[in-house]
């Protein structure tokens, strides 16, 4: 027993995290590890990238060191790649199998400025890895979902890979895409100039995949695009960057839990099923839980714990920072979970089917939003059909259950909207305890208002201009109920607070808003309103044009 005891304490931290990435051991810092050809003496699992050339000053290139540890690794048959603490500047980084990276504290992966527009390398004469070739389906997504080697870090075919730890990846000399103003300090780098990094964090059809506890400052284009990953967790991240915080795409069994991400320009979590593998891939068996996205801080601040907010009439800030699934939604988004999350100073939670997939068997729980820019709720079933014809046909959005949301002084002029489109309707929808606070304050005359259908638009809160009701927009529905719903304008605001275009069989129980006409029933069948303080009690068959 003694000698099983002696021997099971030879292993260090450092090789028992490499031995299982997933538990949190907490390599110590500071420590002196003697190095040696191969790794770590006594550590034969771990491989300190100190050894193999890099030096951490942050004044010359550690690609090389960083990229030979991890072929070290893999050729060991895995192991832990440790960065101690210092700066390593890199250009790209190529993950292999069985290899997990541990970013120490004080330790920082620097993204290499990228060639800038017109030059053919970037600094110190280095230049990112290229893009993929062409393809047949590129046109089906913008550039940056259709390529992962144009990127910081990234791997491809690959399993069994971590990243962990308390360190940085800072992506500096990444492009956060073309034609757009440069923001404090960062130059403009053209996305798809060769040479140029795009991505913090990019993977293709790889398995078995960790991401934790590390931070992230200015991701570029993406701070991870993940492609066709299964059995992905990331938890415990803070990013804080200038485009979509994480883009999960085509992607099966995800845990995304207690994650902070501050994006002000674009999207914070964001789901999507892209035609980018060439074929269609529902992201599916998704998890969201203990999350906080805001789009209202300052690129760093959020990082470094000042949160600082973006002037009033600040211009080029979109205030985004929400969890959406879609745009990109050729595959499908199935059996997703959404909890326990925070919105802050951003646009609303969005589930959006554009591109022929299947949306449904979707749960949303306890959600808290303040200052959003529009209403909470973006439900959206369209026909922009971008994908290969004839073959890419509308989609469903269907059995979505939402409860327990709370959002305080929302922007009134966009309310929430549950839209789907004349010949494809949103079904089975249930939302109970939801209480909106929106600011209020319009005018008799935008409860007039009738939306376009935008049936082929690329699909935003604000795609149907000012709303004519200040709670919800519900148009295309069959089977919807709604419970213990308020709605409460902090001044007074003159729309009704539900407004019901081709909706069949809707049912309001506990509903309350400002009387009198809070509902518009424009074209309505099958409508049932009890015990609420919005209207009286009513059973209505079919109407057509009645206020209530």
Known sequence: MNNQRRDLLKFSPFALAAFAPGLSFGLPTGQVVPATSTGVAGSPMLFDVRTFGATGTGKQLDTPGVNAAIDAAAKAGGGTVYFPAGTYLCFSIRLKSN??????????ILAAESPKPGETTGQMGGVYDAAEPKTSYDAFQDYG???????????????????????????????????RVARGDYPIYIAEQAGVGNKAIAMKNCRNVTFKDFRLLKGGHFGFLLTGVDNLTMDNLLIDTDRDGMDIDCCKNVHVSNCTVNSPWDDAICPKSSYALGYAKATENLTITGCTVSGNYKLGTVLDGTYKNFEVDAK??????????????????KNVSISNCIFDGCNALCLESEDGALCEDIAISNITMRDLISGPLFFRLGARLRGPKPETKIGTMRRIVVSNITSYNSESNICSILSGIPDALIEDVKITNLYMQHKGGATADKAKIVPPEEVEKYPDPAMFGPMPAQGFFLRHIRNLEMSHVEVAPMTADARPAFVLEDVNRADFFAVTAPTPNAFDLRHAKDV???????????????ATGKML
């Open 99 to 108: 290899v997990h990276l541990y970013l120490s504290q004080g330790a920082t």
């Open 528 to 542: 049932r309103i009890g015990w609420s303080r919005a209207a009286k009690d009513a059973t209505i068959a079919e």
């Open 316 to 333: 080029q800030v979109y205030r985004t920072g929400r969890i959406k699934c879609g745009t990109e939604s050729n595959g499908g988004f």
């Open 145 to 179: 979902h259709n390529h992962w080697h144009n990127s910081l870090i990234w791997g491809e075919g690959i399993e069994n890979v971590s990243i962990t730890g308390p360190g940085l990846i800072y992506g500096k000399g990444l492009s956060f895409g073309a034609n």
